[in-house]
């Protein structure tokens, strides 16, 4: 299995995923997904890494499945097992500790949708293209897309988009809250890394409980969610690292 087709670059604390198989605008197969979800878990476990970034080599993103694991050729055995793997790193990008950045150029199409708003933050440049597609081969959304259409963009626009299959310009899905921002092709792996560096130097334990709150707000009532945020707050503010920060606070007055 050819490992160059997903590559590993680490920049202090910031690891950057990059999924390099051009010639099939970076689909999700085996010989690419096998790498990626092995290598993601290692980086979710490492703790020399703070921020993971996920970006496509050649001018896509990802353009979903590939098209010949599907029609004639379906083998729903190993489609079924491969879908159980890839949703467990989904979810593991989505609800575990690591804050995680999406780059999107070009195609983020269908299952490359789903992996691109897996993420916490999306920036695309402003020759992306987002489409949810499924319904253009007679399919059902997957690999998290339905979920992350809602948390992103709301029910009704997402229902649209899912009956419709119409493609998105990056200034629409920047519009209606799908991505985070617009950033020139030629800049914006460079922004996103300022970034994660950015991010990268704050507190892992604080980063962490921040992601897993916000999560959890989705799923809470207000009462809930003020008894969780009691009860963690407490444990961070006797944390060193918060020591540190008000030390490094008061120095600077």
Not at 46 to 56: K, Q
Not at 88 to 109: M, R, S
Not at 221 to 235: N, R, S, V, W
Not at 247 to 252: N, V
């Amino acid at each position: 299995m050819p490992e160059d087709l997903f590559k590993i670059e680490r920049t202090g604390r910031v690891a950057c995923c990059i999924m390099s198989n051009p010639e099939r605008m970076n689909a999700l197969g085996p010989e690419m997904g096998i790498p990626m979800i092995e290598n993601i878990y290692q980086l979710i476990e490492d703790d020399e890494v703070g921020v993971i970034i996920i970006r496509g080599e050649g001018g896509n993103f990802c353009s979903g499945s590939e098209m010949d694991l599907l029609g004639e050729n379906l083998d729903p055995r190993f489609l079924r097992e491969a879908m159980i793997r890839i949703n467990e790193l989904l979810y593991k990008l989505h609800e575990g500790p690591k804050p995680v950045i999406t780059e999107v150029d070009g195609y983020a199409f269908g299952g490359g949708l789903g992996l691109a708003l897996a993420s916490d933050i999306t920036y695309a440049t402003e020759r992306a293209k987002f489409c949810i597609g499924f319904i253009r081969i007679g399919a059902v959304l997957d690999l998290g897309t339905s979920f992350f259409l809602l948390e992103r963009i709301g029910m009704a626009k997402a229902k649209e988009l899912a009956f419709t299959g119409d493609i998105l310009s990056s200034e629409e899905a920047c519009r209606i809250g799908l991505i985070n921002r617009v950033v020139h092709h030629d800049t914006i792996s460079e922004e996103v890394m300022k970034l994660a560096r950015r991010i990268s130097e704050k507190s892992a334990d604080a980063l962490l409980w921040t992601k897993r709150s916000m999560n959890r707000a989705r799923q809470m009532d207000l009462k809930a969610m003020l008894d969780f945020e009691a009860h963690i707050q407490p444990l961070m503010l006797l944390s060193n690292d918060h020591k540190k920060a008000m030390k490094k606070l008061f120095s600077q007055k």
